[in-house]
């Protein structure tokens, strides 16, 4: 079975903080991918990284970065000095390699950043 | 420019009627999928195709069907036998299910309101 946690359903920052959005997978595949994505207020998701599961290697993109460690089975995301335009909502999601196109999505962290 | 493109935004329909939501992407994408939303959740997969005039019931495809007669076009029709349709319906692309390239890239939603 595959799954995905995004166990704060809401986060709610002070703009400048760096905030952390935690993210939690199970699969039994050796070969899998894990995704972010935003949603801000229009709705529409945006897509913000790709890992694969043989590159640990840490990113960083802009005030952006995104700490993968498969042996705790996380995939969380950072965002420093956060600004207003932040705020929305942010899922993690898992594609295995087995599940051919069957993207299983976090059910979603809620970010506010308060002026 | 390149995208996908869903209509209309916002859509509303008389309990018992079906209704047709439209999907286009001008990305030359192979694989496309629809999702639902309900307020505060994640994203569930209702239907995916991996290619023209073939496709595959997602998590939740009970009271809804598709077609892909064409690469561009995938639409998805909501039927009276959807117990609870009132939702937003996210429509989305990939390359191909499968490989390096396979992150989704969504539309802006249609937010169906059934009265």
């Known amino acids: ?115 | 420019d390149g995208g996908i493109t869903q209509s209309p935004k916002y859509l509303f329909r008389k309990e018992g009627q079906n209704v047709t939501l439209s999907c286009e992407q001008n990305l030359n994408h192979d694989a496309m999928y629809w999702y639902r939303q309900d307020p505060g959740q994640g994203l569930r997969l209702i239907y995916y195709s991996q290619i023209v005039n073939d496709f595959q019931k997602g998590d939740i495809a009970e009271g809804y069907s598709v077609s892909r007669e064409k690469k561009e076009s995938f639409p998805l029709t909501v039927t009276s036998a959807q117990k609870n349709p009132t939702a937003f319906y996210l429509c989305a692309s990939s390359i191909g299910p499968s490989g390096a390239d396979n992150e989704q890239f969504f539309g802006p939603g249609t937010r169906l309101t059934v009265l």
């Open chain 1, 1 to 115: 079975a595959q799954k995905v946690t995004q166990a704060q359903t809401e986060i709610s920052v002070v703009e400048k903080e760096d905030v952390t959005l935690d993210c939690v997978y199970e699969t039994r595949d050796t070969t899998y991918y894990l995704f972010w994505y935003k949603q801000p207020p229009s709705g529409e998701l945006v897509f913000l990284i790709r890992r694969n599961s043989f590159d640990e290697q840490n990113e960083i993109s802009g005030r952006y970065s995104w700490n993968f460690q498969k042996s705790t089975s996380s995939f969380n995301f950072t965002i420093t000095a956060s600004q207003v335009v932040d705020s929305a909502v942010y899922f993690c999601a898992l594609l295995g390699y087995s599940s051919a196109s069957k993207i299983i999505f976090g059910s979603g962290t809620r970010l506010s950043i308060r002026p």
